[in-house]
């Protein structure tokens, strides 16, 4: 049973730190991994998908990778904002018809 | 990019009374919808998983009984918490697979908050 895990469980930075947040995978066929933004009683916003085959995905001030190898993945966020305080999801799903599995996420604050 | 339309977004209700969620895909057909729940500071938990026209299959540990998933349409889906109690207070949100388009992305609602008192 896949198994996703998220370090560390609650991360406190300074405004303009650049940081990175940490997801392993017990189960390496994955079909692909996305990481999501969930801010407080709110739903999920998707920041970025990585295919199976990808190694690295990009969007504005953040940058995710995956080594399936050896079922890790890494969000970077560069130059942090208050604006990112949230708690972030890493998720993987096994194929295209199965749902995602979560991890518990990272808390994240950007103090001002 | 696709809709999904989840409501209410919040309930408060008495604890012995049933509530209906319903998750609606707007510019697309769900072939399959995903159910999950969310306690405090928790991982979303897959529930049940529906397809159209088909019985809901439920995750160990979730009762079917409790928790019934109607998926009369591709683009309906409904959830009903039975005989609610306090402990089934918890973020509950549903996530589309779309019947064409590629499978790469399921596409979430934006939860819904159930309080029972």
């Known amino acids: 049973k896949q198994e996703v895990t998220q370090i560390p469980a609650a991360l406190s930075v300074p405004e303009g730190e650049n940081l990175v947040l940490n997801c392993s995978f017990t189960d390496s066929a994955i079909y692909n991994l996305q990481w999501f933004r969930q801010d407080p009683g709110k739903g999920l916003t998707s920041l970025l998908l990585i295919q199976s085959s990808q190694r690295e995905q990009t969007s504005g001030r953040l940058n995710a990778s995956l080594d399936k190898s050896s079922g890790r993945s890494t969000l970077y966020i560069a130059a942090s904002q208050p604006g990112d305080s949230a708690t972030y999801l890493c998720?993987?799903?096994?194929?295209?018809?199965?749902?995602?599995?979560f991890g518990k996420g990272t808390r994240l604050s950007v103090i001002a | 990019g696709a809709v999904v339309s989840q409501h209410p977004s919040r309930v408060i209700c008495k604890s012995g009374t049933s509530v209906k969620i319903e998750c609606r895909s707007l510019?697309?057909?769900?072939?399959?919808m995903f159910w999950y729940r969310q306690f405090p500071k928790q991982s979303l938990m897959l529930m049940a998983t529906?397809?159209?026209?088909?019985?809901?299959?439920?995750e160990q540990g979730v009762e079917k009984d409790k928790f019934l998933i109607n998926h009369a349409s591709l683009t309906l889906s409904t959830l009903t918490v039975t005989s609610a109690h306090p402990e089934d207070s918890s973020f509950y949100i549903c996530?589309?697979?779309?019947?064409?388009?590629?499978?790469?992305?399921?596409?979430f609602g934006s939860g819904t908050q159930l309080s029972v008192l």
């Open positions: 996530s589309a697979r779309p019947l064409t388009g590629g499978d790469e992305k399921l596409f």
């Open positions: 510019d697309f057909q769900a072939t399959t």
């Open positions: 998720a993987v799903r096994r194929s295209g018809n199965t749902p995602l599995v």
């Open positions: 529906s397809n159209e026209g088909s019985k809901a299959t439920y």
